[in-house]
């Protein structure tokens, strides 16, 4: 299969190396520097025990001539992921399929400028990585990736629908775990609140997830702040339980601790986050359906104000 990822960070890069030794693959990257890194030395995985292998994959930033690609992973940050699609648009023909397991919630609106709807895969993944700053991918953690078609009911030889069976199989061939759901958008939405839960919250103080559980402050803080989201999806017709949802926030907070979420890293790397997707995505949705949501609101607005510099 001729498969492109689109934004090679770490996730980006760890899905690569995985499906690299199968298929037909080309990691579309930001600059001419990084794509010269990948195609003279590979892509750096470490392991969690310590182990190092290195995939051989071809990298390039322009895509002007490039043939549509059956598969296209789009792994790039939620910000730009309106200007990645519409730069990159050559890679999307009309049987192309587009599969986001980016963080954050509405991402899909941006995909759908370039992809039908019917072509579009959403979902999460639960693999963890982060990027040493030698440039070797540190695989952190293993999990389900969950993948569904945004349109389940979509009809047709190119739709997502049709396609996620044999998704599922390249995924797992590559070593990564996939789970297919009807309700791919539920799967984006659990995720959300954990993100809305732990990602701004320890941004702010530039400290691990474990504090999400350790501080008193910041543990209540996180509570409340998830509580609003869970508040605001189920007025969308949404059926949450909020204490069930804070329970997975703060065991993913406990058995990720050590990590520092990717917001933290953003702000570190002085690079835009992904508050508009996450909090600021439950301020978006509240708006929609004329209800408030003032304390993502105003944490969004803190994590804003600190990357206005950026």
Not at 28 to 57: C, W, Y
Not at 246 to 252: A, E, G, L
Not at 260 to 289: F, H, L, W
Request: charge should be negative; charged fraction near 20%.
């Amino acid at each position: 299969m001729k498969i492109t990822i689109l934004g090679t960070g770490a996730i980006g890069s760890l899905f690569a190396a995985g499906l690299a030794q199968n298929h037909d693959l080309t990691c579309v990257v930001g600059t001419k520097k990084h794509a010269d890194s990948i195609n003279r030395s590979g892509i750096r995985i470490m392991e969690k025990d310590g182990n190092i292998r290195s995939v051989s994959a071809r990298a390039v930033t322009d895509t002007s001539g490039a043939e549509p690609s059956d598969l296209v992973l789009i792994a790039v940050k939620a910000p730009v992921t309106a200007s990645a699609v519409s730069l990159h648009r050559n890679l999307f023909g009309p049987r192309t399929l587009a599969v986001s397991l980016q963080n954050g919630y509405g991402n899909h609106i941006d995909i759908e400028t370039v992809v039908p709807p019917q072509n579009i895969i959403i979902g999460t993944t639960s693999q963890g990585a982060n990027t040493a700053s030698d440039g070797t991918v540190r695989h952190a953690g293993s999990g389900s990736t969950v993948i569904g078609a945004l349109i389940p009911e979509a009809e047709g030889t190119a739709s997502a629908a049709s396609s996620l069976f044999g998704i599922k199989t390249i995924f797992e061939e590559a070593g990564f775990p996939t789970v297919i759901t009807e309700d791919a958008e539920d799967a984006v939405i659990r995720k959300l609140f954990i993100n809305v839960g732990i990602n701004a919250v320890c941004a702010l103080s530039d400290v691990q997830n474990i504090h999400i559980v350790s501080d008193p402050d910041k543990n209540h803080l996180s509570h409340r702040l998830v509580e609003e989201a869970v508040k605001i999806f189920n007025c969308t017709g949404r059926s949450y339980d909020a204490e069930k949802i804070w329970d997975q926030v703060q065991s993913v907070a406990r058995a990720t601790g050590e990590n520092y979420c990717s917001m933290v890293q953003d702000i570190r790397n002085r690079r835009p986050t992904e508050i508009g997707r996450i909090n600021g995505a439950v301020v978006k949705t509240a708006e929609n359906i004329h209800e408030d949501a003032p304390l993502n609101r105003r944490i969004t607005e803190q994590i804003e104000a600190l990357t206005e510099k950026f």
